[in-house]
């Protein structure tokens, strides 16, 4: 059974929420504007994740668009306030970099699937989910060089990460837009769906990850996403505290009986 929700102001855009048989779909819609992200927008995506990343229900979470469209980055009639708000200290936030933070934060699984246009900011939003599955018909472009500004750290340090310096350089400096096979071949996709199996594929995908075991896609995601901001005797003591705990978790006999067996495992472990 579903349930919907949306963190409701009344305004142009919304992200909304469909949670069923342990899968979160979260949407962004904002039809008016190409699924366009605003500062509200932002601001409930950044209230949204930790609640659902609290919810003993949920196991995967997915984002995509609504309609055709993935997301057309930043909504420009907001961009100051999405990207430059002023605070009361005298500082400014950055609230498309807040929103990033918050799913990356999710420990478990995150899923972007990309459908039609993905610009600029809604890159950086679908980069911040463990992996992209972009629809053949998708087109992706980080353009900040059209239009005068720079692209927010957090997703230019995670575009050098996924594709390189040069390939960073080559993207964000001609604000070209490719397709979805070429985005895959530079790194800015995980994979390309065509699109006629495109929700099929995506379902069966989302279904794969709920069968895994918990323990193991907590574990890896958290360990994985380590490499990249903790010093080499924090990863030691994470492994170690990781590897550790694989013996107590009862996921590891319920998987290898089952593979004895040649049985389908059921998995039982469950985040504290």
């Known amino acids: 059974m579903s349930t919907v929700s949306e963190v409701a102001r009344p305004r142009t855009g919304r992200i909304s929420v469909a949670i069923a048989d342990g899968v979160a779909s979260v949407e962004i819609s904002n039809l008016a504007q190409r699924n ?45 306030s999405v990207l430059l708000d002023p605070q009361p200290d005298g500082s400014t ?10 799913i990356a934060a999710l420990s478990k699984p995150a899923v972007a699937l990309v459908d039609g246009a993905c610009m600029g900011g809604g890159w950086q939003i679908a980069s911040a989910c463990d992996f992209i599955i972009a629809n053949e018909r998708a087109v992706i472009g980080l353009t900040p060089a059209k239009i005068g500004i720079i692209y927010p750290r957090p997703g230019l340090e995670r575009l050098v990460r996924l594709v390189g310096h040069a390939n960073a350089k080559y993207i964000l400096l001609t604000g070209q837009t490719f397709s979805a096979p070429e985005a895959r071949a530079l790194g800015l996709v995980a994979d390309v769906v065509p699109s006629e199996s495109f929700e099929e594929k995506c379902a069966a995908l989302v279904r794969s990850l709920r069968s895994r075991s918990r323990f193991s896609m907590h574990s890896m995601k958290r360990l994985v996403d380590l490499t990249d901001s903790v010093p080499a005797a924090g990863i030691d003591q994470e492994w170690a505290a990781a590897w550790s705990a694989m013996p107590d978790s009862p996921d590891m006999g319920i998987g290898i009986s089952a593979f004895l067996n040649r049985e389908q495992p059921r998995f039982m472990w469950r985040p504290a």
Request: proline share 4%; hydrophobic share 45%.
């Open 36 to 80: 366009a992200l605003t500062k509200d927008m932002c601001l409930e995506i950044q209230e949204l994740m930790p609640q659902l990343d609290a919810d003993p229900d949920v196991a995967v979470v997915v984002l995509r668009g609504a309609g055709d469209t993935f997301c057309a980055g930043a909504s420009i009639s907001e961009l100051a």
């Open 93 to 102: 936030a950055d609230h498309l970099s807040r929103a990033d933070s918050a």
